[in-house]
């Protein structure tokens, strides 16, 4: 979380003046210095009194505006118990100081976002003008990366820490919607990065640049986050009805006001993450590539399928070749099956990405990142499996909490993780090494019975696995997974 003292100090800032044709930071603090505010200029012939009984009124009268500033959405009474209390804080403080630049922050949303990039002339407040330069902004050195991919339910911190254990390098947050964010809802439990999470990112997924340009800027200023992500690639019907996810590699327009609007705030790099495409029929993401690039993009990462696509047929890596090739300055990753060391070989230097992005292989095997720079298959026993589950537990209890609905808590995520993991098969019983993402076996007794109960695709085994862990479920206790039709009761 970021320090409230430098929270203040970073609004405080905003009430700098400045010449708005330059922008260098040096310039701005010198005017800092010598022009007089607005305020002062008013009052300068004014007895010490009026002065300032004139500017307290001005004050207050500027204070009603502030009521819906930068958390337009944030409404105090809906903010869920999942923010932490610090975070009420700074999102309390914000709305208080900042409104103050109500109008002139929301004319510089619309101005940043349409075509062409404003021109200023004359002095406004230095918080319309003044970001940092590109080479003052932080920067990560994305190449070579093993990135752990954004995953709905399953990606939580818990299962993420395991993941850093075995090499990830990158991780993202679960999707987050820029709206429910900024209502304060539950998805700020979302947020939260563990600190083994050293290149941490936080996905948004949303159609409208201002709340994605809000809730980013919220986010800079209230999280610990290394980058921020632009989710294009989200499938699902009710998202991409509302012009989100996957919708925006078909608006190129709006997602480049969301794109230019969120880089107008941030001083941590934008990523941005999406598919070939909409329909099977029709690649986008070469098209789209070039503009993400000059809009100032720090990374994009393809996913080898179309929105039509979902997971019938296997990533297309012939085209990510093409993408990356469109990418030129800018780092693209491929993303789309990959399974074993030799997957992540043979995609790399088929495709020339600059780095890999690991989803459904991390769910199956987490170690896939220790076979990957190592080079190796690992033959992980039954019990070292367990073991990995035994830590997730802990992670669990951690972060969920280890009361009775901690426990409970942690019980449902592990059997979302379990409806993934039980498609591993054991490298020493493979006919031929290594298994493919696709490939699914036909039941089979394993070397032992751990290992044959482990591989079960049978709801009440995974409840079973849960048990050995967290006890006996409660009584009419009833699991359905999230990515799966597989229910238990
Ligand atoms: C359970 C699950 C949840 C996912 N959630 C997200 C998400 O929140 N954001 C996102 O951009 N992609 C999400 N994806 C897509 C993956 O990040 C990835 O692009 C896709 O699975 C292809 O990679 P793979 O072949 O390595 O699995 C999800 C995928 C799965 C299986």
Same mark, same amino acid.
């Given at each position: 979380m970021?320090?409230s003292?430098?929270?203040?100090?970073?609004?405080q800032?905003?009430?700098?003046?400045?010449?708005?044709?330059?922008?260098?930071?040096?310039?701005?603090?010198k005017?800092?210095?010598e022009?007089?505010?607005?305020?002062t200029?008013?009052?300068?012939?004014?007895?010490?009194?009026?002065a300032?009984?004139?500017s307290?009124?001005?004050?207050?009268g500027?204070?009603?505006?502030?009521?819906?500033?930068?958390?337009?959405?944030?409404?105090?009474s809906?903010?869920?118990?999942?923010v932490?209390?610090?975070?009420?804080?700074?999102?309390?403080?914000?709305?208080?100081?900042?409104?103050?630049?109500?109008?002139k922050?929301?004319?510089?949303?619309?101005?940043?976002?349409s075509?062409?990039?404003?021109?200023?002339?004359?002095?406004?407040t230095?918080?319309?003008?003044?970001?940092?330069?590109?080479?003052?902004?932080?920067?990560?050195?994305?190449?070579?990366?093993l990135?752990?991919?954004?995953?709905?339910t399953?990606?939580?911190l818990?299962?993420?820490?395991?993941?850093?254990t075995?090499?990830?390098d990158?991780t993202?947050?679960e999707?987050?919607?820029?709206?429910?964010?900024?209502?304060?809802?539950?998805?700020?439990?979302?947020?939260?990065?563990?600190?083994?999470?050293?290149?941490?990112?936080?996905?948004?997924?949303g159609?409208?640049?201002?709340?994605m340009t809000?809730?980013?800027q919220?986010?800079?200023?209230?999280?610990?986050?290394?980058?921020?992500?632009?989710?294009? /690639?989200?499938?699902?019907e009710?998202?991409?009805?509302?012009?989100?996810?996957?919708?925006l590699?078909?608006?190129?327009?709006?997602l480049?006001?969301?794109?230019?609007?969120?880089?107008?705030?941030?001083?941590?790099?934008?990523?941005?993450?999406m598919?070939?495409?909409?329909?099977?029929?029709k690649?986008?993401a070469?098209?789209?590539?070039?503009?993400? =690039?000059?809009?100032?993009?720090?990374?994009?990462?393809?996913? /080898?399928?179309?929105?039509?696509? =979902?997971?019938?047929?296997?990533?297309?890596?012939?085209y990510i070749r093409?993408?990356?090739?469109?990418g030129?300055?800018?780092?693209?990753?491929?993303?789309?099956?990959?399974?074993s060391f030799?997957?992540?070989?043979?995609?790399?230097?088929?495709?020339g990405?600059? /780095?890999?992005?690991?989803?459904?292989?991390?769910?199956?095997?987490p170690?896939?990142?220790?076979?990957?720079?190592?080079? =190796?298959?690992?033959?992980?026993?039954?019990?070292?499996?367990?073991?990995?589950?035994?830590?997730?537990?802990?992670?669990g209890?951690?972060h969920?909490?280890?009361d009775?609905?901690?426990?409970?808590?942690?019980?449902?995520f592990?059997?979302?993780?379990?409806?993934?993991?039980?498609?591993y098969?054991?490298?020493?019983?493979?006919?031929?090494?290594?298994?493919?993402?696709?490939?699914?076996p036909?039941?089979?007794?394993a =070397?032992?019975?751990?290992?044959?109960?482990m591989?079960?695709?049978?709801?009440?085994?995974?409840?079973?696995?849960?048990?050995?862990?967290l006890?006996?479920?409660?009584?009419?206790?009833?699991?359905?997974?999230?990515?799966?039709?597989n229910?238990?009761?």
């Open positions: 970021a320090d003292a430098e929270i203040e100090s970073s609004l800032a905003g009430t700098t003046k400045c010449d708005t044709t330059s922008n260098g930071r040096s310039d701005v603090e005017i800092a210095v022009a007089p505010t607005e305020e200029d008013l009052n300068k012939d004014l007895s010490p009194e009026t300032n009984a004139n307290q009124n001005e004050r207050k500027e204070a009603k505006i502030k009521a819906q500033y930068l958390l337009v959405d944030y409404k105090p809906i903010v869920s118990e999942y932490p209390q610090e975070t009420k804080d700074a999102m309390k403080r914000l709305l208080e100081q900042n409104d103050l630049h109500k109008g922050q929301e004319s510089k949303l619309t101005e940043v976002a075509e062409p990039p404003p021109q200023h002339i004359g002095c406004v230095d918080e319309d003008v003044i970001t940092l330069r590109p080479e003052e902004k932080k920067k990560i050195n994305f190449s070579d990366k990135y752990l991919a954004p995953l709905t399953v990606g939580n818990p299962f993420r820490r395991i993941c850093k075995f090499g990830a990158v993202c947050s999707m987050a919607v820029a709206t429910s964010v900024l209502q304060g809802k539950s998805e700020w439990a979302l947020l939260k990065r563990h600190k083994s999470e050293d290149i941490f990112g936080i996905q948004l997924c159609s409208h640049f201002e709340p809000r809730c980013a919220l986010i800079q200023e209230t999280c610990d986050v290394d980058f921020i992500d632009i989710n294009c /690639g989200c499938p699902i009710l998202i991409f009805q509302k012009g989100e996810g996957c919708a590699m078909g608006r190129s327009s709006r480049g006001q969301i794109v230019r609007g969120m880089k107008s705030v941030l001083e941590v790099p934008l990523t941005l993450k598919r070939t495409g909409i329909s099977d029929s690649n986008l070469h098209t789209l590539i070039p503009k993400l =690039r000059n809009w100032g993009v720090d990374l994009v990462t393809v996913h /080898g399928r179309s929105r039509e696509q =979902r997971y019938t047929k296997l990533a297309d890596w012939d093409r993408c990356s090739l469109a030129t300055t800018m780092p693209v990753f491929g993303n789309g099956d990959v399974y030799e997957d992540a070989n043979h995609f790399k230097s088929l495709s990405v600059s /780095g890999l992005m690991v989803a459904r292989g991390a769910l199956i095997k170690w896939i990142f220790t076979e990957i720079k190592e080079q =190796r298959h690992w033959d992980i026993s039954s019990s070292e499996r367990m073991d990995i589950l035994r830590q997730f537990v802990n992670n209890f951690e969920w909490g280890s009775h609905q901690g426990v409970e808590t942690t019980r449902r592990l059997l979302e993780w379990l409806s993934f993991l039980h498609r098969i054991p490298v020493g019983i493979l006919e031929r090494v290594p298994q493919k993402i696709n490939e699914r036909p039941y089979y007794f =070397r032992d019975e751990l290992e044959t109960l591989a079960s695709s049978n709801c009440g085994d995974w409840i079973k696995i849960s048990e050995m862990l006890g006996p479920v409660p009584d009419n206790f009833v699991f359905l997974p999230k990515h799966k039709a229910a238990y009761k």
